[in-house]
């Protein structure tokens, strides 16, 4: 009889030990993860990093020219918009419904420009600091390497309350990079 019962469960508790993943099996495991031993920690302050490197500075200086060619065009257009608008005092009629048109589509064309430029300079923005991110990512995985550091964060003031003196190791990297990168 307990042989019948037996051949009988014995099939049934696989079949639904298997259609559950195992987990009759593996629920009485304990699970364990290996967590790495962090030692050695520094921290390095990016927007230093942008401000004081040589390339970072050039940078700036190239967006900011960049920046006050694109708001001349702008105000240059704007001025214009502003002496025809200036016009419409003196015209009456047809001929001031036309103007007013014209003047609303060449408002509109500023606006489309000004957009334009705002993305263009974003875009240009973003290009510069991936490159020098990538840069600087390489010098600090050299200098990690030469201090036997374990792990090197990105000092952020919102994702960071504390940090013991001595970790920073911004001025390192920044000569770092200008030495590395001309």
Do not use: W
């Not at 508790?13 to 364990?32: E, K």
């Not at 240009?124 to 036997?148: F, N, P, S, W």
């Not at 000092?155 to 960071?160: K, Q, S, T």
């Amino acid at each position: 009889m307990i042989s019948q019962l037996r051949s009988r469960l014995l099939p049934s508790l696989i079949a639904s030990t298997m259609a559950f993943g195992g987990v009759a099996l593996v629920a009485s495991a304990p699970a364990q993860a290996a967590v790495p031993q962090v030692r050695k920690v520094a921290v390095v302050n990016m927007q230093s990093v942008l401000n004081q490197t040589k390339q970072g500075k050039a940078a700036r200086k190239k967006l900011e020219a960049a920046s006050k060619a694109k708001q001349t065009k702008l105000d240059k257009k704007r001025r214009k918009l502003e002496a025809d608008q200036a016009k419409l005092k003196n015209l009456k009629g047809q001929q001031l419904m036309q103007a007013q048109e014209k003047l609303q589509r060449e408002a509109m064309e500023l606006q489309q420009v000004y957009m334009v430029s705002q993305q263009e300079l974003a875009e240009q923005e973003a290009r510069i600091l991936q490159d020098i991110y990538t840069k600087c990512q390489k010098v600090v995985d050299k200098i990690a390497g030469e201090m036997g550091l374990d792990l090197v964060l990105v000092e952020d003031a919102n994702n960071m309350i504390y940090r013991k003196a001595g970790l920073d190791i911004t001025s390192t990297v920044v000569r770092r990079y200008d030495k590395t990168h001309k």
